[in-house]
């Protein structure tokens, strides 16, 4: 199988917006939980968001509750909204199956295809 990649990403102004988007493999991608996560440089990697099988029960951690919104199609896309954007969300942002997150997590350094997020004046 392919690893999800991550694209969207840029330099944008502290309050302003993005929209990220995942491109999953296709296969059984409806059977599937994504997830996003984000890693900062010497800092462990970092859990930002869930979405359900059926894009209806997003989870936000509480660091961008009311800020991000994830979201999905059915076909194999995986998207992360950024709004009121802050200097602490500068990462590399990484969409993975929430079946691997624990994985993900416990590594220091993750092989996939993320997109940089960089929020400055």
């Known amino acids: 199988a392919v690893d999800p990649v991550a694209s969207g990403g840029g330099l944008v102004q502290p309050g302003g917006s993005l929209r990220l988007s995942c491109t999953a493999p296709k296969y059984a991608f409806n059977n599937f939980e994504y997830s996003w996560v984000r890693q900062t440089p010497g800092n462990r990697l970092e859990w930002v968001s869930t979405i359900n099988r059926y894009g209806t029960v997003p989870s936000y951690a509480d660091s961008v509750k009311g800020r991000f919104t994830i979201s999905r199609d059915t076909v194999n896309m995986v998207y992360l909204q950024l709004d009121s954007l802050k200097t602490d969300d500068t990462a590399m942002y990484y969409c993975?199956?929430?079946?691997?997150?624990?994985?993900?997590?416990?590594?220091?350094?993750?092989w996939g295809q993320g997109t940089q997020v960089n929020v400055s004046s």
């Open positions: 993975v199956r929430t079946d691997q997150l624990g994985l993900v997590l416990g590594l220091t350094t993750y």
